[in-house]
């Protein structure tokens, strides 16, 4: 497809607004973390709906239901005062290849992240550089923190790092519902110290390909590295936010099967 700098911000910023708009909310992963109002719940509750949002969507908010109502629908609070008993209801949990042992690390993890290290967002805080231009070290440094609690090594498959060349679809995605201030209402924007333009856009199958059909990526690999092009090139058409591009090449790639 070959369009004009001009046409493809036009065309961009089209169907950007198309698809961000509260009816994404519904039968996507973010709609987990909007039952929330209460900060930590929204961090927590949309860490997890990310983490397993891979399939088919309608599975993942299934599961992500079932999860919840363990947790009696008031994540932060379980996670700061759960007990060990507590998660052994967890251990029959399974959502493709995240089952019970990881899910209650994760659960395990989050509670020392909470008492610990001043919650999800405190990490970010902590560990975002000031001379970095993306979250790739900060997201390192998150994983480290993560499983510095005694775990079994096939949980780690499940938190990706950029410093082993991987796109981080998933915590990238977390990242854009934490920090990006959407007017749209789906985004939540929560998380002040860091800026939109630190973030990185989603990379999967479908925006990957979409991204190449348009000329924003000649990566043939979606790595961080492809990230890292695809971001960049977007930058050039919104250098505050380019990841609300994200929509775009989520509903071209999804929806229209572009």
């Not at 290290?117 to 440094?141: P, S, V």
Request: net charge positive.
């Amino acid at each position: 497809m070959s369009l004009s700098f001009e046409e493809l911000r036009e065309f961009l910023e089209e169907k950007t607004a198309l698809y961000n708009t509260l009816s994404f909310i519904e039968a996507d992963p973010v709609s987990v973390p909007h039952r929330y109002t209460k900060k930590e719940d929204i961090e927590i509750s949309g860490f997890i709906a990310a983490t397993i949002a891979w399939g088919q969507r309608k599975t993942i908010l299934n599961n992500m239901q079932k999860l919840l109502l363990l947790m009696d629908d008031a994540p932060h609070d379980f996670i700061i005062n759960s007990r060990k008993k507590d998660l052994e209801v967890f251990s029959r949990f399974v959502h493709r290849t995240f089952n019970g042992t990881d899910c209650i690390y994760f659960l395990r993890s989050l509670r020392n992240i909470y008492h610990n290290h001043n919650g999800l967002e405190g990490i970010f805080k902590t560990h975002t550089r000031q001379h970095d231009e993306d979250l790739a070290y900060a997201i390192h440094r998150m994983k480290l923190i993560f499983f510095e609690l005694p775990h079994d090594g096939r949980s780690e498959k499940h938190i990706a790092d950029p410093a082993k060349n991987s796109s981080a679809k998933r915590i990238c995605m977390f990242l854009r519902w934490m920090v990006r201030k959407d007017t749209c209402g789906v985004d939540f924007g929560i998380w002040n110290h860091l800026g939109a333009h630190r973030l990185s856009c989603p990379l999967d199958v479908h925006s990957a390909r979409v991204a190449r059909h348009l000329g924003l990526l000649d990566r043939k690999q979606n790595d961080w590295k492809a990230v890292c092009e695809l971001t960049s090139g977007l930058k050039k058409y919104d250098s505050a936010d380019p990841v609300k591009y994200d929509y775009a090449l989520f509903g071209l790639g999804v929806n229209e099967k572009f």
